[in-house]
């Protein structure tokens, strides 16, 4: 599976609206978004629209999720403050708390999201792995 990184599309978000603090989007009188805040720009930036979740994560693979997190494996932290969560969260927190461009944040999530895929491919291939064993042991049970 080809990588993407959050940082990517938080750069093409950052060319295509200006920025807002503190909400989502901002709305002209047309009703048509006029700024985004961080993640209203990956959102736009990737065409995410009402089940943002599932459309997220079949993106973002490796962001850690709750039930991964619940069987040990660590949030990232702000590579400012250490302050700890979903790289979603830090991206609105390095928006709204560090007050970072969408440029800046893009850099400093970056090295972030390679650990990030680093770990999320091994998983898949120790699933794999042990998938081809559960189906040797089946195939030497059924012919025994
Ligand atoms: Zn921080």
Redesign the pocket.
């Known amino acids: 599976m080809a990588r993407k990184y959050i940082a990517d599309s938080l750069i093409l978000g950052s060319t295509i609206i200006p920025e807002v603090h503190g909400r989502l989007y901002k709305y002209g009188e047309g009703g048509q978004k006029i700024a985004a805040c961080a993640i209203g720009s990956i959102f736009m930036a990737e065409k995410i629209g009402q089940n943002w979740m599932d459309e997220w994560y079949s993106l973002f693979p490796h962001e850690v999720t709750w039930s991964s997190w619940m069987m040990n494996c660590s949030f990232p932290s702000?590579?400012?403050?250490?302050?700890a969560g979903f790289l979603r969260y830090?991206v609105v927190?390095?928006f709204e708390?560090?007050k970072l461009s969408r440029v800046e944040i893009a850099a400093k999530i970056f090295p972030i999201e390679v650990k990030l895929w680093e770990e999320y491919e091994a998983k898949l291939k120790e699933k794999e792995n042990k998938e081809k064993i559960k189906t040797d042991v089946l195939e030497h049970v059924s012919r025994n």
Do not use: A, F, G, N
């Open positions: 702000c590579p400012l403050c250490e302050r830090l927190h390095l708390d560090h």
